[in-house]
């Protein structure tokens, strides 16, 4: 009914301006004609006895200035009705710019919606309604932020205050809708003013897209993801028990190993070399690969690895093969699955956590920053580790004299830049220590401990 009002309007309006520009050309003529006719009168009154050639034309140069007069009034007659039609084709290639416009509005998916400065709805497109779940009457003159989420109200007005004021904002804003019924829906809409010089009032315009099916799937993908890290943790902590169980006296020692490797990575990762290298994913890899530092020790005979008191040279050198088995099995891990990155540092540390700076360590011998920085950083934390846990032959040492020994061996043993890293987050040791000690039992077994201190004649 509406569309046919405004067709009916258009119609009589294009009749109308058709009718003005025709009686502007026959108003032009007939002012010409008019002129005519009073100087010729004129001329009958001044000079009745004159001819009515000479009544009606006058004088040469008078014809000429009837006739050029006559045709300046024809002339602009002419221009005014074609003016009055090129606006009126104008006002017809709009409007069918309009339906155009309207019709692919009508057709997408996404909500297309007009509001005023105020933030009332002046247009929307079925989609719209839709997303709204409401008709378009319920909607039009009703405010946007009405429909949101009270949540969401501040946020909206002040994205959409900076529209208004043409100042710098984001593309588009993550909104709730409150729709008929009860429900809602998570939108994402865009904004911006609209450039339309004959409406009387600023509108701004933009799409509204629904976005709730996305986030419930990255919600469920996230969760997803967070299981299976749990499972991973799970099963790195399993196989690293594996070796723990053989060998039990370490106590809490892999919670502890994890806990000093997490603190001094965070640390060295705001060091500038290192900054664009230790990132928050390499702090978690490192986090969760650390315990499986001594995993290889699954392959060692028990009457090396449980023996009490001082290795002898070859079961030491035997003892020694553990890196090896570990480095290998996780190496053959690796290659089954490339991109988890977590399995990659656990392989280097595996292999590599007993390398020492001075190229004196084992298996390989390495030196110096060719030891993959993993393997340096639990270098020192199983090293912290094995100096200050108590065992059945000895008394665990100090913070401060462990301290001082990782200090005397900067650049020897350890690398400098894990020592400095360690030692600037040493109150981060001492709660960790403190925390991870405080239910520790006592076993009679050898440890890990005798390696550390046989390895490094501490």
Same mark, same amino acid.
């Given at each position: 009914?509406? #569309?046919?009002?405004?067709?009916?309007?258009?119609?009589?309006?294009?009749?109308?301006?058709?009718?003005?520009?025709?009686?502007?050309?026959?108003?032009?003529?007939?002012?010409?004609?008019? !002129?005519?006719?009073?100087?010729?009168?004129?001329?009958?009154?001044?000079?009745?006895?004159?001819?009515?050639?000479?009544?009606?034309?006058?004088?040469?140069?008078?014809?000429?200035?009837?006739?050029?007069?006559?045709?300046?009034?024809?002339?602009?007659?002419?221009?005014?009705?074609?003016?009055?039609?090129?606006?009126?084709?104008?006002?017809?290639?709009?409007?069918?710019?309009?339906?155009k416009y309207r019709i692919i509005l009508e057709s997408i998916e996404e909500g297309y919606y007009e509001i005023n400065f105020a933030g009332e709805f002046k247009f929307i497109n079925n989609s719209m309604c839709k997303i709204m779940a409401r008709t378009e009457q319920e909607i039009i003159g009703t405010n946007i932020t009405s429909h949101l989420d009270n949540k969401d109200i501040d946020g909206f007005k002040t994205f959409f205050n900076k529209i208004k004021n043409n100042e710098k904002h984001a593309n588009t804003i993550e909104c709730e809708f409150q729709i008929k019924g009860g429900g809602r829906k998570i939108i994402e809409m865009s904004a911006s003013v609209m450039?339309?010089?004959?409406? +009387?009032?600023?509108?701004?315009?933009?799409?509204?897209?629904?976005?709730?099916?996305? =986030?419930?799937?990255?919600?469920?993908?996230?969760?997803?993801?967070?299981?299976?890290?749990?499972?991973?943790?799970?099963?790195?902590?399993?196989? #690293?028990? $594996?070796?723990?169980?053989?060998?039990?006296?370490?106590?809490?020692?892999?919670?502890?190993?994890?806990? !000093?490797?997490?603190?001094?990575?965070?640390?060295?990762?705001?060091?500038?070399?290192?900054?664009? !290298?230790?990132?928050?994913?390499?702090?978690?890899?490192?986090?969760?690969?650390?315990?499986?530092?001594?995993?290889?020790?699954?392959?060692?005979?028990?009457?090396?690895?449980?023996?009490?008191?001082? $290795? +002898?040279?070859?079961?030491?050198?035997?003892?020694?093969?553990? +890196?090896? $088995?570990?480095?290998?099995?996780?190496?053959?891990?690796?290659?089954?699955?490339?991109?988890?990155?977590?399995?990659?540092?656990?392989?280097?540390? #595996?292999?590599?956590?007993?390398?020492?700076?001075?190229?004196?360590?084992?298996?390989?011998?390495? =030196?110096?920053?060719?030891?993959?920085?993993?393997?340096?950083?639990? #270098?020192?934390?199983?090293?912290?580790?094995?100096?200050?846990?108590?065992?059945?032959?000895?008394?665990?040492?100090?913070?401060?004299?462990?301290?001082?020994?990782?200090?005397?061996?900067?650049?020897?043993?350890?690398?400098?830049?894990?020592?400095?890293?360690?030692?600037?987050?040493?109150?981060?040791?001492?709660?960790?220590?403190?925390?991870?000690?405080?239910?520790?039992?006592?076993?009679?077994?050898?440890?890990? +401990?005798?390696?550390?201190?046989?390895?490094?004649?501490?």
């Amino acid at each position: 009914m509406n #569309a046919f009002s405004d067709n009916q309007i258009t119609l009589q309006r294009k009749t109308i301006d058709d009718r003005i520009g025709d009686s502007m050309l026959a108003f032009g003529i007939g002012i010409a004609i008019c !002129y005519w006719f009073f100087n010729a009168l004129i001329c009958f009154f001044d000079s009745p006895d004159s001819g009515w050639k000479m009544i009606l034309m006058g004088t040469e140069l008078q014809l000429y200035e009837k006739l050029a007069v006559s045709a300046l009034f024809i002339a602009f007659g002419s221009h005014v009705q074609s003016n009055i039609k090129k606006r009126r084709q104008s006002e017809d290639n709009l409007q069918k710019s309009n339906e155009k416009y309207r019709i692919i509005l009508e057709s997408i998916e996404e909500g297309y919606y007009e509001i005023n400065f105020a933030g009332e709805f002046k247009f929307i497109n079925n989609s719209m309604c839709k997303i709204m779940a409401r008709t378009e009457q319920e909607i039009i003159g009703t405010n946007i932020t009405s429909h949101l989420d009270n949540k969401d109200i501040d946020g909206f007005k002040t994205f959409f205050n900076k529209i208004k004021n043409n100042e710098k904002h984001a593309n588009t804003i993550e909104c709730e809708f409150q729709i008929k019924g009860g429900g809602r829906k998570i939108i994402e809409m865009s904004a911006s003013v609209m450039a339309v010089f004959n409406l +009387t009032e600023g509108r701004v315009r933009g799409i509204v897209r629904d976005i709730t099916e996305k =986030k419930l799937l990255e919600k469920n993908l996230f969760e997803s993801l967070e299981d299976v890290k749990e499972a991973r943790a799970g099963i790195i902590l399993g196989l #690293a028990k $594996l070796a723990e169980y053989r060998d039990t006296d370490t106590g809490r020692h892999l919670e502890r190993i994890r806990e !000093y490797s997490k603190a001094i990575a965070l640390k060295m990762s705001n060091l500038p070399q290192y900054s664009g !290298y230790i990132t928050s994913q390499y702090i978690e890899d490192i986090y969760q690969s650390s315990i499986l530092h001594d995993i290889g020790k699954v392959g060692v005979p028990d009457a090396i690895l449980l023996k009490k008191g001082k $290795l +002898t040279d070859e079961e030491y050198e035997k003892i020694k093969i553990h +890196t090896l $088995l570990g480095g290998r099995a996780l190496s053959d891990i690796t290659k089954r699955f490339k991109d988890q990155t977590f399995l990659t540092i656990a392989k280097e540390i #595996a292999f590599y956590h007993h390398e020492k700076w001075n190229g004196k360590g084992y298996p390989r011998q390495l =030196k110096g920053e060719r030891i993959p920085l993993s393997a340096r950083i639990i #270098a020192i934390a199983d090293v912290y580790d094995a100096l200050t846990s108590k065992r059945c032959y000895k008394q665990k040492l100090s913070h401060t004299k462990a301290k001082e020994i990782i200090i005397n061996e900067k650049g020897e043993l350890f690398d400098p830049d894990v020592v400095d890293s360690f030692l600037a987050c040493e109150n981060k040791f001492l709660e960790i220590c403190k925390a991870f000690h405080r239910d520790d039992t006592l076993p009679d077994s050898r440890t890990n +401990t005798v390696m550390i201190h046989q390895e490094y004649n501490f």
